[in-house]
């Protein structure tokens, strides 16, 4: 993705290092591997040793280039990550071939202190050639519930990321099927109060407006026929889902359908974590570990 790499291209600190529990996974492998020759990054690889070997053999990447952890046990693989990055040896966590749910129910334990936020949220950064900038959506792969709390929560890790990137003024599209209240319609509800909370409420470097259909907050022309007239209609930088069904669809629509290029990262922790859908290229997988790095080279900001 251009933007990430116009970015990290820009930052002089060292290479970021990625720790990853159940490394066996191609894409996972090709992806790194395709960060460390670039200069992005250094890994930590947790699994069976002699497995990994074997793997990265057939997918001729040098072993030497990396610590690599004798370790097949699940749960101990997520342990000694999590001290690995308590000790500082490394910035980020990389998912590996494992249950979503382990990795997320690990971070979460208090005794390592990681979570930041009350809850985490997953964030995807988007191009596409059929809109004129990059766009952030969420939540399309983890929060069930996203009643009007959650989506408080969404938006505002969200606006962080969008923040680190250079969007100082977050234009926050809350999206539902039509673009009038509706009280059946739920997500036109939820989209009223989050709207009515940023004007009464300090939703500091970000313009809410909902609800809005998917064409009013992406389309000028779609908008102004039919006359929606704010700030976000058309210029959206971030596109909040009504639930995890349509987000999870709109995505893999996207990344299927029109060639999107992508980046997904979970927030909420003292640190990101890469999670991607299994389906996910090692290209999708490698701008995800670009997308981590650079929020780590930005985590004062």
């Known amino acids: 993705m251009q933007l990430l790499e116009n970015l990290l291209s820009q ?29 992005l990054i250094k890994a930590i690889l947790i699994d069976d040793k002699n497995k990994l070997l074997h793997l990265m053999s057939s997918l001729s990447i040098d072993p030497t280039s990396y610590e690599i952890i004798d370790e097949s046990d699940v749960d101990f693989a997520l342990s000694i990550s999590m001290l690995v990055i308590q000790n500082g040896r490394a910035d980020f966590l990389m998912k590996g071939l494992i249950d979503t749910k382990l990795i997320l129910k690990k971070v979460l334990d208090k005794k390592y202190g990681f979570r930041k936020s009350n809850r985490m949220t997953h964030a995807t950064l988007v191009e596409t050639a059929f809109y004129h900038k990059p766009f952030l959506l969420s939540d399309a792969a983890m929060n069930i519930d996203q009643s009007f709390e959650t989506k408080i929560e ?10 680190k990137l250079g969007i100082n003024q977050a234009k926050v599209a809350v999206l539902s099927a039509v673009e009038k209240t509706n009280e059946k319609l739920e997500s036109t509800l939820i989209a009223q ?13 970000a313009i809410i407006e909902g609800p809005l259909q998917l064409d009013n907050a992406i389309n000028k022309e779609s ?19 009504p639930n995890l069904e349509a987000g999870n669809i709109f995505y893999k629509s996207l990344m299927f359908l029109s060639e999107a290029k992508s980046a997904s990262v979970v927030l909420g922790a003292s640190f990101p ?26 985590k004062d900001i």
Not at 154 to 162: A, D, F, R, T, Y
Not at 193 to 205: A, I, T, V, W
């Open 11 to 39: 930052t002089n600190d060292r290479p970021k290092t990625v720790v990853i529990p159940c490394a066996c996974d191609n894409h996972v492998l090709l992806a790194v591997e395709m960060a460390r020759k670039n200069g």
């Open 223 to 241: 908008a102004t026929h039919k006359q929606v007239d704010n700030l976000v209609a058309g210029d959206a930088d971030f596109l909040v889902m």
């Open 154 to 163: 969404i938006i505002k890790n969200g606006v962080g990321l969008l923040h």
């Open 273 to 298: 974590i890469v999670v991607t859908s299994r389906a996910d290229s090692s290209v999708t997988k490698y701008h995800s570990i670009l997308l981590a790095s650079l929020l780590c080279e930005k």
């Open 193 to 205: 109060q989050l709207k009515e909370l940023s004007l009464n409420e300090d939703f500091y470097g």
